[in-house]
Nanobody, 126 residues
Framework: QVQLVESGGGLVQAGGSLRLSCAASGRTSSGFGMGWFRQAPGKERDVVAAITWGGIGTYYADSVKGRFTISRDNAKDTLYLQMNSLKPEDTAVYYC???????????????????WGQGTQVTVSS
C-alpha cells in the first residue's frame, strides 16, 4: 500500500499563488506516475495535471495551462503543484494520486490511479 498526504491548500485571493505538496509513504517503488485531480461541489473529479515517473512527460488540463506547474522529487517521494494566477473557478478540493503501473504515461483517467490522498481544500476569493 502507498499512503499519500497532501498539504499546502488554503484561502487565497484571485491572482495569488499556492504550492501544493503530496508526500508518499509506504510501499513506494520506482516507476509510478502521479497526478493532481480536483473536485468542486456538485461536479465530477477532473484531472488537473499528471506526470510520469521521470518527470519528462506531463499533462495539463486546458483550464490550467500556463498557470500551474506539476513537478516531483523522487528522492523525497514528493509531488508538487505550483499554482499561479489563481482564479475563483480553481476553487475545489485537490487530490493527489499515484498509479500502480510502472513506467506508464501521464495518465489523465482517474481509473488508472490506484492510490489517493485525502484531499486539500483550495479556495480562491474574488
Amino acid at each position: 500500500q502507498v499512503q499519500l498526504v497532501e498539504s499546502g491548500g488554503g484561502l487565497v485571493q484571485a491572482g495569488g499563488s499556492l504550492r501544493l505538496s503530496c508526500a508518499a509513504s509506504g510501499r513506494t517503488s520506482s516507476g509510478f506516475g502521479m497526478g493532481w485531480f480536483r473536485q468542486a461541489p456538485g461536479k465530477e473529479r477532473d484531472v488537473v495535471a499528471a506526470i510520469t515517473w521521470g518527470g519528462i512527460g506531463t499533462y495539463y488540463a486546458d483550464s490550467v495551462k500556463g498557470r500551474f506547474t506539476i513537478s516531483r522529487d523522487n528522492a523525497k517521494d514528493t509531488l508538487y503543484l505550483q499554482m499561479n494566477s489563481l482564479k475563483p473557478e480553481d476553487t475545489a478540493v485537490y487530490y493527489c494520486a499515484a498509479t500502480a503501473t510502472i513506467l506508464g504515461p501521464a495518465y489523465t483517467d482517474a481509473g488508472k490511479y490506484a492510490y489517493w490522498g485525502q484531499g486539500t481544500q483550495v479556495t480562491v476569493s474574488s
